[in-house]
């Protein structure tokens, strides 16, 4: 395969709410799209930064900056370029996992395009639909989560995740559960607390949560460890997770029963797929989250969280939870699953005229 080019789109999404968590409030998402052309193919990929750099090292002008600088002139020069080999000739350049996950996912679409076959069964899914949860963000009051959890419940999602942080944990999580009953119910702390709050996380045992998300610092797998003896809630590590080396570490330490694995983060669907082949070779429960994706993103998102080792719910929820016009064909939820895509490549195309209105830049970095 040879790129032919190579294309940054930016697109202006608003929120049909605002989703506040502990490293900000959001009302809109920056998306920068990623749109290469073989002589065979095009594809397509969505890169999962931010506008800044909270979530992450990563921020979507940084992205873009290393695309342009490092990560696409080294592609451009590599010989016979296939998506398996994007990791190896990317690797001189350190860290950047969202920029070159972008990247591969996009080539890798055209690569299955070209192929005539799907993103599901070239990962190896099992699944033709993936159950549907859906996160909540923190909110002003008790009554105003409550509200908003009973309208996702009567939507069909069958999880329900809350953003906690210190201050807002207990009351809120106590209030779900005792207003609805036996759900499946999680929380996400987006590392938040620190080891001295256990005694807070402690409390929040009395739930039967399905697990906490994430509570400490990204580089803490010894604290994730220490926690995990001290709660009975089992613990699931998100942002930690950058590799599958990394999620052979924390599984063998004892850090977590759970990963997340969002493709994004880790580097892409190839590495996304490591990381869920050593979970299940531990008899690790993993889903896949979510980073407000558009529907390109979901589309891929989906085809992972079909493969055997996803048992649990993911936030890849329907496309009306985020974004009043999705940037593609809605994704919608039925009966609280999506259907996972059955087209070639990752199965969707963005709808030419939306694309158009929500375009708010673009770049050509090659061809």
């Known amino acids: 395969m040879k790129l032919t080019s190579v294309e940054l789109i930016r697109i202006a999404m608003p929120l049909v709410s605002p989703f506040r968590t502990s490293f900000g409030t959001q009302t809109s998402r920056q998306i920068l799209l990623v749109h290469v052309?073989?002589?065979e193919a095009e594809g397509w990929a969505e890169c999962v930064t931010l506008e800044d750099p909270v979530y992450s090292p990563e921020y979507t002008d940084g992205a873009a900056h290393v695309m342009r600088h490092h990560l696409v002139p080294?592609?451009?020069?590599?010989?016979?370029?296939?998506?398996?080999?994007?990791?190896?000739?990317?690797?001189p350049i350190k860290g950047h996992r969202m920029a070159k996950a972008a990247l591969e996912t996009a080539i890798l679409d055209a690569e299955l395009r070209a192929a005539g076959t799907p993103l599901s069964t070239y990962l190896g899914a099992t699944k033709d639909r993936v159950a549907a949860g859906v996160s909540v963000g923190i909110m002003d009051s008790?009554?105003?989560?409550l509200d908003a959890v009973d309208g996702y419940l009567q939507q069909g999602y069958v999880r329900i995740k809350l953003k906690i942080?210190?201050?807002?944990?207990?009351?809120?999580v106590k209030a779900v559960r005792e207003r609805f009953g036996d759900i499946l119910l999680q929380t996400d702390a987006n590392t938040s607390y620190t080891l001295a709050d256990y005694k807070l996380?402690?409390?929040?045992?009395?739930f039967d949560l399905l697990f906490h998300e994430q509570p400490l610092e990204e580089?803490?797998?010894?604290?994730?460890?220490?926690?995990?003896?001290?709660i009975t809630t089992p613990v699931c590590l998100d942002e930690s997770i950058v590799s599958a080396a990394i999620a052979a570490d924390a599984i063998t330490r004892g850090a977590c029963s759970v990963i997340n694995i969002k493709p994004g983060r880790v580097g892409?669907?190839?590495?996304?797929r490591r990381i869920h082949d050593v979970a299940l070779a531990h008899g690790v429960p993993v889903w896949c989250g979510g980073m407000l994706e558009t529907g390109i993103g979901r589309a891929a998102n989906a085809a992972l969280a079909a493969l055997p080792g996803f048992t649990l719910p993911g936030d890849t929820s329907a496309s009306d939870r985020y974004y009043s016009q999705d940037v593609t064909t809605p994704f919608v939820l039925e009966d609280g699953h999506l259907t996972v895509p059955t087209g070639a490549g990752i199965g969707v195309d963005p709808l030419p005229d939306v694309l158009a209105s929500l375009t708010t830049g673009t770049e050509r970095l090659l061809g």
């Open 201 to 206: 996380l402690q409390r929040l045992d009395a």
């Open 268 to 272: 892409g669907y190839l590495e996304s």
């Open 74 to 91: 080294r592609l451009a020069a590599a010989e016979n370029l296939t998506a398996a080999r994007v990791a190896q000739v990317l690797h």
């Open 142 to 145: 008790i009554p105003e989560l």
């Open 37 to 39: 052309t073989t002589p």
């Open 165 to 172: 942080e210190p201050g807002w944990d207990y009351e809120p």
């Open 219 to 230: 580089e803490d797998i010894a604290g994730h460890a220490q926690l995990a003896k001290l």
